[in-house]
């Protein structure tokens, strides 16, 4: 931001300086119209010139900018599809193990890198479950379905996260997630 501030503010005064020199070259030499066409003609180009610079400059950042979101989106995507297979990896061996605690404690450090506000809440929801269900080290079947409908959870909000621009409210995700997983 301090770079485009201080190089919008580097072009307007050459262009104004450039445009006095000009100014006072066009009515010096009022009596010559020929050298004031080149001195127009110079002007125009200058002008064009400033301008064709200033939108590549624009578009340069929106592009970086794209690309960013898109890099983001996919480390996002990537590392939620890690830990949705990590955990249906653990309801269907029906146990937990030491290293998978220490697994999903990696999973949490990554976690709180990129995630939002809601996911990070939500997977606080879901480690409770997770913790409640390790006790043990085995996962019965009603918990593997305290898990299902908390990873169904935590899915509806990594959604809305991933997807930020989706019409559809995050509750009315959030009950059709939890619908799906009540029919299953």
Known sequence: MKNSTVYLITSIITFVIGYLFLKFAYHRFSSEPFVQEVVLIILGTIATIA???????????????????????????????????????????????????????????????????????????????IKSTSKDCKISALESDELSAGLAKLCGVIRYDLVQGDSHSKDEILKIIEGNIDEI
């Open 51 to 129: 301008i064709t610079a200033a939108l590549l400059n624009k578009q340069s950042e929106v592009e970086m900018e794209k690309e960013q979101r898109v890099k983001i989106f996919e480390l996002k995507s990537n590392l939620y599809f890690e830990l949705i297979d990590f955990i249906g990896d653990l309801i269907e061996r029906e146990e937990i193990e030491k290293k998978d605690l220490i697994t999903l404690e990696f999973l949490t450090h990554k976690i709180s890198t990129i995630a939002n506000k809601e996911v990070l809440l939500e997977y606080s929801n879901f480690i409770k479950i």
